[in-house]
């Protein structure tokens, strides 16, 4: 008789797998003890659910305890099969798990999250296309007599015999061929018939030129070595990757990842929306568009199929380089060497829904656990970043200046609080602003203008009781969108027409107060009536693919100005441009939220970098209410350093991040006493529970109370470490034993 090692260890064990195609099915099941050899997470096996066999993908092993009686009765796994390509790698099991622990996240939210329902088909549907190819070039006798007789037919072969490539039927039937024809060509044995197969391509419109590596400048080689020295390391410390906008980073990180992938491993390149950065994406495309790999794109835009189709690409090594926006950083790469996060301090980073992660600190995570060299590039990095910097813990590599050298665009700021009088559109735009337009449109130069609002105008005010038109359904007021002549909720969605008096008073004389990117737009058509304008913010962006039309037009020149809100702020290089200007600086400033001011400096450097990028230098008009605030005046120098310094100095003495961990927790109720009530009892428990270096707040109402119905009640709590919060705090959600109407959200270093 055989004895197996597992029957040499003490107790039988436990697995936990996950079923194909259920992303919320995880069941227990006993490990034979008749297997030979270690089972490890991330293991394929079929297993028994409800008398049908299943393919699942084992998550964790723990050994039975003797005392777990339910455990008597579970099924034993049927095998150890499966394709290897169609489950999660182990690396990333391991990266699910310590999600689950980290963040408070159910395990099956996790999951799905790492590996998207379509992915797990087992069945690769990508589009098959009939297709035909030449079989025997005809000899020229035969071709003579077909020109005679079938002159379409003799059209046809001559064209299919330039071809390279099959040609799919369709394709065909475009160019002038019929069924007939072909069908006629295929009868004589001139062509065969054969299959395209080809993935959905979101980027298939785009053309590619194959672009070549830069001679780098001496900063950027030696950004380079750091970066290669990191991918050889046996412990490589992440790189903070600091260079201004324009300073040749992303050809770094292109030349990077040439060497990664030549060396034989894969490469991750995240950013932060990949629909605002075509850009981005078409350089990668370009650069690697005649190498052997291909390039997977996923991000949030994708359709299910498309998604499915880029998964497996990358899942069975066909593409071994991954762009994508944070969900990226969960891509099935199998030999990970490098993980790339540009501009690495962007909030749309943080995921705001369960499983409520941060790519970024995934990425660093995911290459300490598959060792692998992590870049975090940017122009303004984050304070937790510096941080990390200054602690050792990160290696830096700067690149202080702009390839060409060119100068940095200077500053002008416009104070409002006494500019504001005189300012066209009712103290929209300044003076200043105003002639800086107009001399650059003259001297054909092109502009940008920011306003980080939407809509017409802010809200709806009667200046006779002073009422301001709300939403219904959450405490915030409503803003006029001129174009579908409505008042919309930016929180929850909800519409209603316009009132002609107010619903308090009856006044007729109820007006519009503060503006947004569609009147800032009817006022400057009214200025400069023969400009060439376009509004770029989430109504004018709604069809897909306009956004990119929109930067080809600016590009080709045919748009002299683009107005919009932040998401033209992001990336883009259009050397053209000379002037950016900064509606409303103030915007981010005054929010409630300890990063407002880090915020406001880097929305600041960044519109900063959108100008004077070609020949001609550039320049920057701020219009603010609050000229003397320290993000303002660090950004005009462009002072990371000495920014970071103060801010970083204050976030120490006040025990905000990145020193301490900051914990949220948010009751939900359609009952506001239910919410406020449940989230005091969960407060006080763990005041009793919690070691005294966690700071606790108090149960207090959200910044915006009610939201889509729902009262929200939150608290916050601070520790240097954060499971010194979570782990108490998991156990007392537990016990709490809330009402079914109450919804309680934790959310781990939230953003
Ligand atoms: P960043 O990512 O830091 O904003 P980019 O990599 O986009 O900077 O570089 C800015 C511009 O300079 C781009 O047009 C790029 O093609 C060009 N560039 C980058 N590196 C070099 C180089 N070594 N030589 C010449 N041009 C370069
Ligand atoms: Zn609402
Ligand atoms: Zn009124």
Redesign the pocket.
Known sequence: MVVSLSALSSAPQIARVLIDGAPSLLLDYRVPESWAGPLESGARVQVRVRQALRTGTVIDLHPSSEAAESEFDLLELEDRSGDESDGIPAGLVRLALWMESYYLAKLTDVLRAIYPEGARETHYRAIEHQAVRVARPPSPEALEKLRQRAPQQARCLAHLGQQTEPIGLAQLGKQGFSRAVVQGLLGKGFLEKTVLRRERDPFAQAEFVESLP????KA?AGALQAILEETQAAVPHPVLLQ????????????QAIAQVVASGRDAIVLVPEISLTPQTVN?FKSRFATAETEIAVLHSALGAGERQDEWRKVRCGRARIVIGARSAVFAPVGNLGLIVV?EEQEASYKQDNPPRYHARDLAVLRGHLEKCAVVL?S?TPSLESTANVQAGKYRRVQ?TT???EQALPRFRFVDMRRAGKSALGGGMISELLHQGLSRRLEAGEQAILFLNRRGFSRFLQCPDCAHVVECRHCDVSLTYHRSEERLLCHFCGYQELVPRHCPQCGSRAIQFAGYGTQKVEQVLRGLYPKMRLERVDADSMRRKNRLQEVFRDFKAGKIQVLLGTQLLAK?L?F?NVTLVGLLHADLSLHLPDFRAGERTFQLLVQVA?RAG?GEKAGEVIVQTFSPHSPSLQFARHHDHQGFAEQELELRKAFHFPPYFHLVTVTSRSKKERLAQFTLETLVNRLKKELPPEVLVGEAVPAPVLRVADHYRYQVSLRAPKSRTITAPLKRALLELQASKEVSLLVDVDPV
Request: hydrophobic share 25%; proline share 7%.
């Open positions: 830069l001679p780098l400048t950027q260079g201004v906008t324009g300073s040749g980073k992303t050809e770094v990180y292109l350089r540009d590039g122009a690149l702009r390839i060409g990336g290089h050397p970098g990028r």
